[in-house]
């Protein structure tokens, strides 16, 4: 019998999804060789993880990039940084995926300018911009503006693609950091697509489109989401998340083509799900999730990228990346997932799942709307004290056993993994001299160009931000006359302001029932009447621009729940700001959550201002991504105690923060 006969095969077998790896460090030079490695492993597309200074609107030589050059992506400043990454590289046949928020409007013009000197018109290029700021208020904090001038950029992007980029998705609405952040499958589902209707509504609202068009509009937005280890839930997750986009585009925006309705995704697999302890078990979490997205192909992913299993260590090498791509190409080469139509219909417990999580998004999505969109929910704070809320409920579970991550809360028993037996060596390590060198190119950059241009272009942008006109335009013309990032954000800043997000803590749900808590909330009370203090005091801080701060807002809401006063003003402090907090408010402690692996250089920072002002006496603890041997200088350099992702048990985290505080203090 002619095995491509057998009954339920497809008479062609579905076309492999997008293959990418989410690369970039150092420099857009070491940057472009890293793409063009991966290309020759096969991978099928580019996606480009910039570092915080560029994703926050700032040049490598501003305070507050100090210690972030190059750590978590690639820096980019100018149009010069720009040809560099993509050098070699024909734009006109790639798709590429840039993760860029804030200034995607930016990048975007950098990117398509660089694409035209290489001859490639801008209506052949064909990616992704994520451009979706609302996510950064809730998760990863690289925003830069207010939430309604933000969606304006927004709106302003994908009003020029539509003319210009017919091929260019120009957002992403991005799910992914929300279930990192705590959101259920429900929230998920329910608080991305209040995005999703926010940006129509923005672009529909603008004036820029005609309201016969709004269909073209729906067909270029895709979603980025993330898929967890519980993959069968994620199946599900994913064909509510088709289900309800199908309903609110032909619904709410009247479009009757159904190629226009249909929902379009990428994913990545859930980096901070993966775990420092036995990093080989990371190989198979990462193959489960990415099944969550691939097995049903109703609702299969058209691009995915996947994290590497020592992600929880630090940064990557090409190796980890290319083992991570193989995997990709096995599950589409080897196996028969592609020859068969959707492996779920008629699923009875498949429809039920999706049915459930359909009527909960639904029920997340009107509570938003009702309370005037997803601007208003962001800034009232009730979408990041649901997410809060919810992480703390996960963590919860986690500590009291209910939920089960192996080699972490379950089988701690272990041999000495190889994979790990290098030490540093395991993961990539950034020279310290890229950022001196990143400082001293963009300072070269500023001096060789014509300031007059540089000037003019400016002006009309800042010009043009305090009217309703189309801000691309400016925009390209700043990038032609040679501005950089920093000072194209810092023109905006100007008009928009900036902005700091609520920081989801008050009224967030603590510990509840566990059993350990009590004691610790005796010893609190017990060493704050042995200093003579009514409660004691911690201050949190979120030195530099990381924007992750799941951690600290946990280990705050632990502390608050143990009977501490928390001091958390949120993410990107300068260290002279935690400094002025920490003597201002005479805490006890002071507590610094560095997750973007600039650790060496804002925390001795914090320290030496302590010093300066008179606080050396006052004890500091790290908690972050910290290899073994920087968390042996931290502590040479004054640090009381180093956390890393090990240390899950939030409860007994804040136990030793009462003995650091007893230890410093004398107490015994």
Same mark, same amino acid.
Request: hydrophobic residues 45%.
């Given at each position: 019998m002619d095995e491509k006969a057998l009954p339920g095969r497809l008479p062609e077998r579905d076309r492999p999804w997008v293959m990418r790896t989410y690369a970039g460090h150092s420099s857009a030079a070491a940057t472009n060789s890293l793409f063009r490695r991966n290309l020759a492993k096969g991978q099928t597309g580019l996606s480009v993880a910039f570092d915080l200074p560029?994703?926050?609107?700032?040049?490598?030589?501003?305070?507050?990039?100090?210690?972030?050059?190059?750590?978590?992506?690639?820096? /980019?400043?100018?149009?010069?940084?720009?040809?560099a990454l993509f050098d070699g590289i024909p734009l006109g046949g790639m798709n590429t995926s840039m993760t860029i928020n804030a200034p995607a409007m930016w990048l975007l013009a950098l990117y398509g300018t660089v694409a035209t000197e290489q001859g490639h018109p801008a209506s052949a290029l064909a990616g992704t911009t994520q451009n979706d700021i609302i996510k950064e208020y809730l998760s990863r904090g690289t925003y830069i503006f207010p939430p309604a001038a933000s969606l304006r950029l927004t709106a302003d992007v994908i009003a020029h693609t539509l003319t210009t980029m017919p091929k260019w998705n120009p957002v992403n609405i991005c799910s992914y950091h929300l279930q990192e952040a705590g959101a259920t499958p429900v929230q998920e589902v329910g608080f991305a697509l209040s995005t999703a209707v926010a940006v129509l509504d923005a672009v529909r609202d603008s004036g820029q489109v005609p309201a016969g068009r709004m269909g073209d509009v729906a067909q270029r937005i895709s979603f980025f989401v993330n898929a967890g280890v519980r993959f069968v839930e994620e199946i599900a997750k994913m064909r509510a998340f088709g289900a309800l986009w199908d309903e609110i585009t032909r619904e709410r925006y009247g479009v009757t083509d159904p190629k226009q309705r249909r929902f379009r995704y990428g994913v990545q697999v859930n980096s901070l799900g993966l775990t420092e302890a036995q990093p080989e078990n990371n190989i198979q979490r990462i193959v489960l999730e990415m099944l969550g997205v691939t097995l049903s192909r109703d609702a299969r992913a058209r691009a995915v990228q996947l994290p590497a299993w020592n992600e929880a260590l630090g940064l990557p090498r090409p190796w980890d990346q290319q083992w991570s791509l193989r995997m990709q190409q096995v599950l589409a080469y080897e196996s028969d997932l592609l020859e068969y139509p959707d492996l779920f219909e008629g699923s009875h417990v498949m429809t039920t799942l999706v049915e459930g999580i359909v009527a909960g998004a639904r029920v997340e999505l009107d509570k938003v709307l009702e309370m005037g969109g997803v601007v208003a929910a962001v800034e009232t704070g009730y979408l990041k004290s649901a997410l809060v809320a919810s992480l703390a409920e996960r963590r919860r579970r986690m500590e009291a056993g209910a939920d089960v991550v192996v080699g972490v809360n379950r089988y701690t028993e272990t041999e000495p993994s190889p994979l790990t037996a290098a030490g540093a060596e395991a993961v990539e390590q950034v020279d310290p001299a890229v950022e001196a060198a990143a400082t001293a190119a963009v300072q070269r950059w500023r001096a060789g160009r014509d300031g007059a241009a540089v000037d003019a272009a400016l002006a009309r942008l800042r010009a043009d931000a305090a009217t309703t006109t189309n801000l691309m335009p400016a925009t390209l013309e700043c990038v032609r006359a040679g501005v950089t990032t920093g000072e194209w954000a810092g023109a905006l800043r100007q008009v928009f302001g900036e902005y700091r997000a609520p920081t989801g803590l008050t009224g967030a749900a603590g510990a509840g029932g566990d059993a350990t808590?009590?004691?610790?909330?005796?010893?609190?009370?017990?060493?704050?009447?042995?200093?003579?203090?009514?409660?004691?005091?911690?201050?949190?801080?979120?030195?530099?621009?990381?924007?992750?701060? !799941?951690?600290?807002?946990? &280990?705050?809401?632990?502390?608050?729940?143990?009977?501490?006063? /928390?001091?958390?003003?949120?993410?990107?402090?300068?260290?002279?700001?935690?400094?002025?907090?920490? /003597?201002?408010?005479?805490?006890?402690? /002071?507590?610094?959550?560095?997750?973007?692996?600039?650790?060496?250089?804002?925390?001795?920072?914090?320290?030496?201002?302590?010093?300066?002002?008179?606080?050396?006496?006052?004890?500091?603890?790290?908690?972050?991504? &910290?290899?073994?041997?920087?968390?042996?200088?931290?502590?040479?350099?004054?640090?009381?105690?180093?956390?890393?992702?090990?240390?899950?048990?939030?409860?007994?985290? &804040?136990?030793?923060?009462?003995?650091?505080?007893?230890?410093? !203090?004398?107490?015994?």
């Open positions: 560029t994703q926050t609107g700032y040049d490598p030589d501003h305070e507050l990039a100090a210690g972030e050059v190059g750590r978590v992506g690639v820096p /980019v400043a100018h149009l010069g940084d720009m040809r808590l009590a004691a610790v909330r005796e010893r609190v009370a017990a060493t704050a009447r042995e200093l003579g203090s009514g409660r004691l005091r911690l201050l949190v801080g979120k030195p530099g621009l990381d924007g992750h701060s !799941n951690g600290a807002e946990q &280990i705050a809401v632990r502390a608050r729940d143990a009977g501490f006063e /928390v001091i958390y003003q949120g993410i990107r402090l300068t260290a002279g700001q935690i400094v002025a907090a920490a /003597v201002e408010e005479d805490v006890d402690l /002071v507590g610094l959550s560095v997750l973007s692996g600039s650790h060496l250089a804002a925390v001795p920072a914090v320290l030496d201002g302590l010093r300066a002002a008179g606080r050396g006496d006052l004890p500091v603890v790290v908690g972050g991504i &910290i290899p073994a041997g920087d968390a042996e200088q931290l502590r040479a350099a004054g640090v009381a105690r180093v956390f890393t992702p090990k240390d899950f048990a939030l409860t007994g985290i &804040i136990d030793e923060l009462v003995t650091v505080i007893r230890t410093a !203090n004398a107490l015994g």
